[in-house]
């Protein structure tokens, strides 16, 4: 896959534990990867701010990492999981999408004696434009594959659907079904409007076989990549 979108640059700043918040058994993504994929997606949505949704985002370090890098380009963040260990997390990372967690987030890695780079990241990431304390974010518990789960979410403005599904190693479905990606996909074509645009990423290619045929379809190392422009 190349790039089109996201710059050959250093991504160190949204590392996890270096400003982002990271735990074990909560797995990373790559950041330029979901740079990439965001901004593709949001060219899909032919609008210039979005609002993004991630119903797998267990420790939030994808949609944290849009945000943290793209506050221009959103008008709102909604993190949801079945993972409340997980969600904590998220809420934690996501509260630094705003100017005020950010600024508490350096204030509290300065009074440990955290490494100096840390602190010049986090001063990185307050230098971008567009950063306030106006983005709406929210962390929820929800099974994106349950429609009743969903029906309990206010998803007004949500544009881009952006997520990793569970590989099976250190997370999984929640659902019983024998093709949750397909039901997944299914679940948000029913409760987002036309012109949304859902992007799946996995290592694990055999959950994407039940799937309809893609908007765009591509593979990065040993990623596969799904985007559905819905309707």
Not at 73 to 90: E, M
Not at 113 to 136: E, F, H, T, V, Y
Not at 150 to 164: M, S
Request: proline content about 6%; overall charge neutral; glycine content about 10%.
């Amino acid at each position: 896959m190349k790039f089109e979108h996201a710059p050959d640059a250093s991504y160190e700043d949204v590392g996890g534990g270096v400003v982002l918040h990271s735990a074990p058994g909560h797995p990373g993504f790559p950041s330029r990867l979901a740079l990439e994929l965001f901004a593709r997606a949001q060219a899909m949505t032919g609008k210039d701010r979005v609002g993004l949704w991630d119903p797998l985002c267990g420790a939030g370090g994808m949609v944290a990492t849009v945000a943290l890098l793209r506050p221009s380009s959103l008008t709102r963040v909604l993190a949801t999981d079945v993972d409340h260990d997980a969600l904590q997390l998220a809420e934690r990372n996501l509260a630094l999408a705003s100017a005020t967690g950010l600024v508490a987030r350096r204030r509290e890695l300065a009074e440990r004696g955290a490494d100096p780079r840390r602190l010049a990241s986090a001063d990185r990431l307050l230098a971008i434009p567009g950063r306030s304390d106006g983005l709406r974010v929210e962390v929820a518990p929800a099974d994106v594959t349950d429609a009743a789960s969903l029906a309990a979410l206010d998803l007004d403005g949500i544009d881009v659907v952006l997520t990793d599904l569970p590989y099976g190693q250190q997370t999984g479905w929640a659902s019983a079904s024998e093709a949750p990606a397909r039901r997944a996909l299914e679940t948000l074509g029913g409760v987002l409007p036309r012109g949304s645009v859902v992007v799946f990423s996995t290592t694990a290619r055999d959950d994407l076989r039940p799937l309809p045929a893609a908007t765009r379809s591509f593979r990065h190392g040993h990623r596969h990549i799904r985007m559905f422009r819905l309707g």
